[in-house]
């Protein structure tokens, strides 16, 4: 991918593919009225023909400009002025990108960056048109043997804004969308790998070489043994059963001077059956993104690291495989968790908070400014809030409230959740400190409410990520999600 900026007329600007906007009640964006007039009249032609739709994420494609300097242009649909704000603005990225997927077209110039748009400037304009091209390119096909669908052709893109200052930030909004591509990209592809190739030894080895690129970044791999002395049996209990070793994963970037670094703990099942609380057959399958959390901190780093944002960074994943057999855990069973809470596991299959708490106790030594955890949940949460928002939730209302704001900008949306003493009661057990399941009732909070009790240190924040991780099925694949808003949450707090 690279870009380039400019603010030239879009009627003399030679390109192979001009993106300009229309908006409601016939009206030209200022780039297709310089197209309309060079072209004589083009656009509003087909406007008043009915050939062109304004309506919001509507994209059509004409592939002869007579007159203008641009062979093709794509006429996207912008609605109306004021209902233009950074969710619409992507849409209609997507939209534009989306019709030119199989095109021969290399490079194009999108002028909806020079678009006034509601709460998003020329910035952030320009790092939502890279995370669009970003989201256009990726494929994952390097399992399959024959029928790749090819990667679109189009890397080149330019990017119209008005003044100076507008190309500048629009350039460096760009520069910072194409590093969170590159983590986007990462998450999905660690995602998508199937559970058989990506295990805790591969998300470790992936981390090592990840480590090696950046010089700030530097990497500790713990093994059962370590982590057996450091009283890690909770997480060690949910990966008996397994034939992978568990690891616990720990990068540290160090870009910030002697400031408390944010901590990110991300949820590494590299594959969840449930365990002896074995799950039903349909869509098992898609618990290979039972990682998801793990994957999205990762590429969380690795977008940082790339952008080489100046700050201190911890990423910590406690990985293991939840897999059922003679060695695994029953129902029933109490271990005794790093923090010293026993801990009777009367579900299998609420594995991942049992790997997270010794993760999340073992954070807390590293005093963090702020500790998030993320992690592919709870089936319950996917209930509550469907594919379309992550929940947040929190011991701190102020923490919650910038997870959200940060989901709000980077358009990676979240919603707060709360967390009561009532919930916590839930999770009570007649045989050990706290129960691993608290009921169906409000299964994603009591899941939070788990979590709360080993975070009373910190400011603690989770991130349920079960709907929002991977999309199923025809376009089944791993979302990038919620990179986009933990750089956002990062880049916030640096000011
Ligand atoms: N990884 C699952 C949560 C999940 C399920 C995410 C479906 C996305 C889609 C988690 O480990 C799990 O199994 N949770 C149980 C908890 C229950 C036993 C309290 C669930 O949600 O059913
Ligand atoms: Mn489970
Ligand atoms: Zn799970």
């Known amino acids: 991918m690279q870009f380039k900026t400019t603010s030239a007329d879009a009627g003399k600007k030679v390109t192979a593919c001009a993106i300009v906007g229309v908006y409601d009640k016939k009206q030209l964006s200022a780039a297709a009225a310089e197209i309309d007039t060079a072209s004589g009249g083009l656009i509003r032609g087909m406007l008043d023909s009915g050939d062109l739709s304004t309506a919001l994420g509507a994209a059509t494609l004409v592939a002869r400009v007579d007159g203008a300097k641009c062979k093709r242009v794509v006429v996207v649909g912008l609605g109306s002025r004021s209902g233009l704000d950074r969710r619409a603005f992507y849409k209609a990225m997507q939209a534009a990108l989306g019709k030119i997927t199989s095109s021969k077209v ?27 091209l970003g989201e256009h390119r990726y494929r994952y096909t390097e399992m399959k043997s024959r029928n790749k669908s090819p990667v679109p052709k189009l890397k080149t893109l330019t990017l119209a804004g008005g003044n100076r200052d507008d190309l500048k930030a629009v350039e460096q909004g760009a520069t910072h969308g194409a590093g969170i591509v590159t983590g986007m990209n990462l998450t999905k592809d660690l995602g998508n790998k199937p559970a058989n190739i990506c295990h805790p030894t591969y998300l470790a080895e992936q981390c090592r070489k990840l480590a090696k690129k950046h010089a700030k970044l530097s990497i500790d791999v713990l093994d059962e043994p370590d982590m057996a002395a450091l009283g890690m049996n909770s997480l060690l209990s949910v990966g008996h059963g397994s034939e992978q070793p568990c690891k616990l994963i720990h990068l540290d970037y160090r870009g910030g001077g002697d400031e408390p670094p944010v901590i990110l703990v991300g949820k590494g099942i590299t594959f969840d059956t449930g365990g002896i609380s074995l799950k039903p057959g349909p869509q098992m399958d898609e ?65 991942g908070r049992l790997i997270l708490c010794d993760a999340l106790t073992y954070a807390q030594q590293f005093e963090p400014a702020a500790l998030i955890d993320v992690a592919t949940l709870t089936g319950a949460c996917v209930i509550a809030l469907g594919h379309h928002r992550s929940a947040v939730m929190s011991n701190n209302d102020a923490l919650a409230s910038d997870i959200v704001a940060a989901g709000e900008r980077a358009v990676d949306r979240a919603w707060h959740l709360p967390i009561d003493q009532e919930y916590t009661d839930q999770l009570k057990s007649n045989f050990a400190d706290l129960a691993n399941i608290g009921g169906r009732e409000g299964g994603a909070i009591t899941a939070g409410a788990f979590l709360s009790e080993f975070t009373k240190n910190a400011n603690w924040a989770h991130l349920d990520i079960a709907g929002t991780a991977w999309r199923g099925g025809a376009k089944k694949g791993s979302s990038g999600r919620p990179v986009p808003l933990l750089v956002e949450y990062l880049m916030q707090h640096i000011d």
Request: with cysteine; glycine share 8%; proline share 4%.
């Open 106 to 132: 290399t490079e194009a110039t999108c002028y909806l960056t020079a678009e006034e748009t509601v709460g998003a400037d020329a910035y952030y304009r320009g790092r939502l048109a890279a995370q669009a």
């Open 287 to 351: 618990m290979k993104y039972d990682m998801g959390g793990a994957a999205s901190v990762i590429g969380t780093m690795a977008a940082v690291a790339a952008m080489k944002l100046p700050i201190n960074l911890m990423v910590i994943v406690p990985s293991a495989e939840n897999m059922p057999s003679g060695r695994a855990t029953r129902p029933g069973d109490v271990v005794k968790s790093m923090s010293g809470i026993t801990i009777e596991i009367l579900n299998t299959d609420a594995e």
